[in-house]
């Protein structure tokens, strides 16, 4: 009798964050967020690049405090995640929403989005922002699940969505401090 050991290795993947200030891979970004939305809701179509830029640089052009992380894996664009200050506040409160985080289907379960959550909080904090939030889908239960084991706290009741009716969930975080300095 031969005793059977499964042999697994365990690769660290690693991720280059990039700040684009200069919007160089708008479309990536753009092409990641149609691709990601479609696969997230199982639809056949994919939005052409056309219809999905605008809406990915409404955010980096919208403001001139507007932020586009990119994440790399060797030269390709894997996630991005794109912020801009929250008008709905005053701005002494400094708050700043996470309008997108979009990681390539292929490229889901493999840290991406933690990559860019964890690396996009002490950019907005050197930029002097006390806080962020970021909407998700209510049904989209990984990312829910990504934004609580992050540290993200619920806000509110879950409100409509009001191009898609469906039921979103606000998240807050408080910057840290100490992420100020990075």
């Known amino acids: ?18 700040v684009d200030s200069e919007d160089n891979h708008l479309d990536s970004a753009a092409e990641i967020w149609a691709a990601a939305t479609s696969a997230r809701d199982q639809e056949d179509s994919i ?3 056309e219809q999905s ?3 990915i640089q409404s955010v980096t052009t919208g403001s001139r405090e507007g932020l586009l992380l990119i994440a790399l894996h060797g030269d390709e664009v894997v996630g991005f995640a794109a912020a801009a200050p929250d008008v709905a506040f005053a701005p002494e409160c400094r708050s700043t929403e996470i309008h997108y985080l979009g990681v390539s ?7 991406v989005a933690r990559a860019l959550l964890e690396g996009i909080l002490p950019l907005l904090g050197a930029r002097g922002y006390s806080s962020a939030h970021l909407q998700v889908y209510c049904d989209n239960l990984k990312a829910v699940s990504l934004y609580e084991a992050a540290g993200w706290q619920r806000e509110g009741a879950p409100s409509q969505h009001p191009r898609t009716g469906k039921s979103e969930q606000r998240y807050r975080i408080e910057i840290a401090k100490n992420s100020q300095g990075a």
Do not use: A
């Open 47 to 49: 939005p052409s690049l």
């Open 53 to 55: 830029r605008p809406i």
């Open 105 to 111: 289907p292929r490229w889901w379960g493999r840290g």
């Open 1 to 18: 009798m031969h005793e059977v050991h499964k042999q697994v290795q365990l690769v660290q993947l690693m991720f280059t964050l990039l």
